[in-house]
C-alpha cells in the first residue's frame, strides 16, 4: 500500500512540476500576447483600449505569480484557459481531440508490441544464423527512420498507387492503418531490441537449463519460462513509449489529415496559441505519468519476487530506472 | 566542436586499442586487436561499419564543399526543366520551380548538420554539468537534480522542443535550442550514473585523503574517466537529434524557403506525391540512409567500450 501512495505522490509531483515548467517556457515569452490575439494579420491596428480589456480578460495585468498560481489552480479544477486562436475553452478543444489521437496511439501501441515481440522472438528463437542476422538488424534500422517520410512513403505506395487505403481523414479503421503502422516503427524497433536482448539473457539462466534437462520441448521453454521472464523490461520500453506515441501524432495526423491532438498542437505552435500549445503539452506529460504508474503498479503483480518490502526500490531497479 | 569530429572519432578507435601483449591472451569470442593489420582485418569483417563511416564522410563533405557534388544552383529556378524525373543530369529529378532536388539536399546538408551539432553541444553541455552536480555532490543536490531530469523526460522530446520554439519563435538556431534542451535529460541521467561509478573509487578516495579539491578531482578524474559513455551517448543522441530537427523543419518550424533544409525538403514535395514521387522520397530516403549510419557506428562504440 505504502508502494502505492509513493509512486502515486511521485507521478502527481512529475505533474505539477511539468506544468511548471511549460509555464515558465510560455508564459516569460517576449512580446505581448494582448497583441496576439487581437490579431496578428497586421492590417487592423489595435487600438490602446481594446489591448487593454484583452489583457483584463485574459489576466495579462496580474503579476506573473498571480498568473501562476490562477492557472495552477485553473489546472486543478480541469481548467485549462481560452485558446487565443479558437476563443473556446481548451479543456473542450482537446476532450474533442483527444479520443481520435487515443484510438489511433493505441493501435500503433498494439503494432509495435505484435511485431517488436515478433521480430525479437523470432531472432533469437530461429536456428538460422542468417535469419538472425537479419532480423537483428531490423530494429537499428527501423529506429532511423524519419516518421514524416516513412508516412509520406506509405501514403504514396498504399493510397495512391495501390488504393487500398484512403490517404486522409479519421473515419473507421481504414484510416488508421497507415499513421498507425507510421507511428509504430520506432516503437517496434526498441521492444524488439529490449526483448531480444532480454531473452538472449534469459536464456542462460538456470531456470531455463534446468527446464530443458527436464526434458521441456524447446518451444515450450522458449514461451512458458525464457520469454515470460523476458518480457518484464519490455513492458517498460512499452510504457516508455505511449507518450512519444502521442508526440507524433504531431506528424502523422498532420500527413494524413487526421483531426486529433497532434493536428491541434502544430495548428497551436504556428499561431503561436499558448494556452492550447501549454494544455497539450500537459496532457502528454500526462500520459507519460500516467502511463509510467500504470506500469509501476502492474510490475508487483506480474512478478511474484517484487511482492514483498521494499518493493518500491526493488521495480525500479528491475526496470532499470535507478542504479543498484 | 565542427562537423568533422564524426569521422575522426571513428578513426581513433580501432588503432588507439593498445596491444595486447600476451596475444592467445585474449578471451575466446573477443575481438581481435594488436597490429595495423589485425585491424585492417577486423575492419573488413565488419563491411557495414566502413561503408558507414564512408557515407557519413561523404556527407560530411556534402556540408563542408557542396560546390565539389554539384554544379547547379540550389535556388535557381529554371521554368524550362519543371518536375522532371530523376536522370544522370538531375540525380533525384527537378522540383516543381526546376530547382535541382539533389542540388538543394547537398547545399541543405550544412545547415541541418550544424542545427543538430549545436542542439547536441546545447544537450549535452547543461546536460553533462547537471549529471555532474548530480553525481558528484549527491545527497540534496542529487534529489532536486534528478527530479528536474525527471520532468525533463516526462515531456518528449518533439513535444518540448515544439513548446520552446513557441516561446522563442521559428528558424534553425531555435530549432536547435528547443531540441538542445530535450537532450539534456538523458544526458544528465547518463552522466550521473558515471559519474557516481567513478566516485566511488578508492582513487578518488586516495586523492580526496591527500587534500585535494572538489574542482581539481573532478576536472582531473572524474571527468575524464566518466566521459567516454556520455561521448557515445552524444553519437547515439546525434542520429535521434537529427530525425527530431527534420520532423520539426518538416512542419516548417525551421528556417524558412526558399533556404534548403533536409526536412523542408522532403515537407516541399507532399503536395506532389502523385506526379513526382522523387520531390520527398529521395531526400527522405537520404536522411534514414544517413542516420541508419549514424547509428551504425554508434553502436560500434558502444560495443566496443562495454566489451572493455
Same mark, same amino acid.
Given at each position: 500500500m505504502l508502494y502505492v501512495l509513493r509512486r502515486v505522490l511521485a507521478a502527481v509531483f512529475v505533474m505539477w512540476a511539468a506544468f511548471t515548467v511549460t509555464f515558465i517556457i510560455l508564459y516569460l515569452?517576449?512580446? $505581448?500576447p494582448a497583441l496576439l490575439i487581437v490579431? %496578428?494579420?497586421? %492590417?487592423v491596428q489595435a487600438t490602446p483600449e481594446e489591448l487593454a480589456a484583452v489583457r483584463a480578460e485574459y489576466g495579462f495585468d496580474q503579476p506573473v505569480i498571480v498568473q501562476y498560481f490562477q492557472a495552477l489552480g485553473g489546472v486543478l479544477t480541469g481548467n485549462l484557459g481560452m485558446s +487565443? !486562436?479558437?476563443?473556446?475553452p481548451v479543456t473542450e478543444l482537446i476532450g474533442a481531440q483527444f479520443g481520435s489521437t487515443f484510438a489511433l496511439a493505441m493501435f500503433a501501441l498494439v503494432v509495435a508490441v505484435v511485431a517488436g515481440l515478433v521480430i525479437g522472438g523470432a531472432a533469437v528463437y530461429t536456428k538460422s544464423r542468417i535469419l538472425s542476422q537479419l532480423l537483428d538488424s531490423l530494429p537499428p534500422i527501423g529506429a532511423s527512420l524519419p516518421t514524416f517520410w516513412v508516412g509520406l512513403v506509405l501514403m504514396q505506395v498504399?493510397?495512391?498507387? #495501390?488504393?487500398?487505403?484512403? &490517404?486522409?481523414? $479519421?473515419?473507421?479503421?481504414d484510416s488508421l492503418v497507415l499513421p498507425g503502422i507510421t507511428m509504430a516503427i520506432p516503437g517496434a524497433a526498441s521492444i524488439a531490441q529490449v526483448f531480444a536482448k532480454s531473452l538472449r539473457a534469459s536464456s542462460r539462466d538456470d531456470y531455463v537449463t534446468v527446464a530443458t534437462a527436464k526434458g521441456a520441448s524447446r518451444m515450450r521453454v522458449f514461451i512458458g519460462h525464457a520469454a515470460r521472464n523476458a518480457l518484464l523490461p519490455t513492458i517498460t520500453v512499452a510504457g516508455m513509449i505511449v507518450a512519444g506515441l502521442f508526440a507524433y501524432s504531431a506528424i502523422t495526423e498532420s500527413i494524413f489529415s487526421r483531426a486529433g491532438l497532434g493536428m491541434a498542437l502544430d495548428n497551436a505552435v504556428q499561431a503561436k496559441d499558448i494556452p492550447m500549445v501549454s494544455g497539450i503539452v500537459l496532457v502528454i506529460a500526462a500520459v507519460f505519468v500516467v502511463t509510467n504508474l500504470i506500469v509501476d503498479l502492474v510490475y508487483p503483480i506480474i512478478d511474484?519476487? #517484487?511482492?514483498?518490502?521494499?518493493a518500491s526500490k526493488a521495480v525500479r531497479l528491475q526496470r532499470g530506472l535507478v542504479e543498484a | 566542436m565542427s562537423v568533422v569530429d564524426t569521422p575522426a572519432a571513428v578513426d581513433a578507435v580501432a588503432p588507439s586499442v593498445p596491444a595486447p601483449t600476451?596475444?592467445?591472451?585474449?578471451?575466446?569470442?573477443g575481438r581481435r586487436r594488436g597490429s595495423a593489420a589485425a585491424t585492417l582485418v577486423g575492419l573488413l569483417r565488419k563491411p557495414t561499419l566502413v561503408l558507414s563511416a564512408l557515407v557519413v564522410l561523404v556527407v560530411v563533405l556534402w556540408a563542408l564543399v557542396p560546390g565539389l557534388f554539384s554544379? +547547379? $544552383?540550389?535556388? +535557381?529556378? $529554371? *521554368? &524550362? !526543366?519543371? #518536375? #522532371?524525373?530523376? &536522370?544522370?543530369?538531375h540525380l533525384f529529378g527537378t522540383d516543381e520551380l526546376g530547382r535541382d532536388v539533389f542540388t538543394r539536399m547537398v547545399h541543405g546538408t550544412a545547415l541541418t548538420l550544424l542545427t543538430t551539432v549545436v542542439a547536441v553541444v546545447i544537450g549535452f553541455a547543461f546536460g553533462s554539468v547537471i549529471g555532474l552536480a548530480a553525481g558528484y555532490f549527491g545527497r540534496i543536490a542529487d534529489g532536486v537534480l534528478m527530479r528536474v531530469v525527471d520532468i525533463l523526460l516526462a515531456i518528449p522530446m518533439l513535444v518540448l522542443a515544439m513548446a520552446i520554439v513557441t516561446a522563442i519563435g521559428f528558424g534553425s538556431v531555435q530549432l536547435a535550442i528547443g531540441v538542445g534542451i530535450g537532450m539534456i535529460g538523458s544526458v544528465a541521467r547518463v552522466m550521473r550514473s558515471e559519474v557516481m561509478r567513478v566516485r566511488q573509487s578508492t582513487f578518488i578516495d586516495a586523492e580526496r585523503s591527500m587534500g585535494a579539491r572538489d574542482g581539481y578531482i573532478i576536472a582531473r578524474h572524474v571527468l575524464p574517466n566518466a566521459v567516454g559513455p556520455v561521448l557515445v551517448l552524444a553519437i547515439l543522441d546525434f542520429g535521434a537529434a537529427i530525425l527530431t530537427i527534420a520532423a520539426l523543419s518538416f512542419l %516548417? +518550424? %525551421? =528556417?524558412?524557403?526558399?533556404?534548403?533544409e533536409w526536412g523542408s525538403l522532403v515537407a516541399s514535395g507532399r503536395a506532389y506525391l *502523385? =506526379?513526382?514521387?522523387w520531390m520527398s522520397t529521395l531526400p527522405g530516403l537520404t536522411i534514414a540512409v544517413f542516420v541508419v549510419c549514424i547509428n551504425r557506428i554508434a553502436r560500434e562504440l558502444q560495443n566496443d567500450r562495454s566489451s572493455r
Open positions: 515569452v517576449p512580446g $505581448d490579431g %496578428g494579420d497586421g %492590417g +487565443y !486562436q479558437m476563443r473556446q498504399f493510397c495512391f498507387q #495501390l488504393g487500398w487505403f484512403p &490517404s486522409a481523414g $479519421d473515419r473507421g479503421f511474484p519476487r #517484487l511482492r514483498r518490502p521494499g | 600476451v596475444a592467445p591472451a585474449a578471451p575466446p569470442g554544379g +547547379y $544552383d540550389p535556388l +535557381y529556378a $529554371d *521554368t &524550362s !526543366q519543371v #518536375l #522532371l524525373p530523376p &536522370s544522370f543530369e %516548417g +518550424y %525551421g =528556417t524558412p524557403p526558399p533556404t534548403p *502523385t =506526379t513526382a514521387w
